[in-house]
């Protein structure tokens, strides 16, 4: 479920060999760009694991902290550092999930009976979400690889 296998695209393969000169464009009626909607997932997964282990944790603003401004621009640095992002953060909830001392129906402190196995299944919807949104406006602006099959998408 972390990973994004089975009905669900992965992660990676929908930001695989995403094209620089693409990440900043504004696909037709949509409000922000591609590395805009991949630096809001990253967030979001950083927030819900900041949540799980955060005993002081204190809520971002929404949706300011959740989103880039929509005037910032991502070069290609920052795009690779986003997914770069997303990725150790899906490793550190994969790596919880998987420690035998976690205790996945416990409940978290300072919240109201929300448990982890709560806060990864909204990590792996959240995320499923948005890959596939963002999987559908990879079609719809043409910056898949020529050699995909589009019926995978």
Do not use: C
């Amino acid at each position: 479920m972390i990973d994004g296998r089975g009905a669900h695209m992965p992660f990676d393969a929908a930001v695989a060999d995403y094209p620089d000169e693409a990440i900043n464009q504004l696909p037709p009626n949509v409000p922000y760009t591609p590395w805009h909607l991949i630096e809001h997932i990253r967030r979001t997964q950083s927030d819900l694991l900041a949540y799980i282990g955060q005993q002081d944790y204190v809520a971002p603003a929404w949706p300011a902290d959740y989103w880039p401004a929509p005037e910032t621009q991502g070069t290609p640095a920052d795009f690779a550092r986003t997914v770069e992002g997303f990725r150790s953060d899906r490793a550190a909830l994969r790596a919880l999930v998987a420690d035998p001392a976690t205790d996945l129906l416990a409940t978290i402190p300072n919240t109201p009976g929300h448990t982890i196995l709560r806060e990864v299944r909204l990590a792996a919807d959240h995320t499923a979400y948005h890959v596939g949104e963002l999987a559908i406006l990879r079609q719809v602006m043409g910056t898949w690889p020529p050699a995909r099959d589009k019926r995978s998408v």
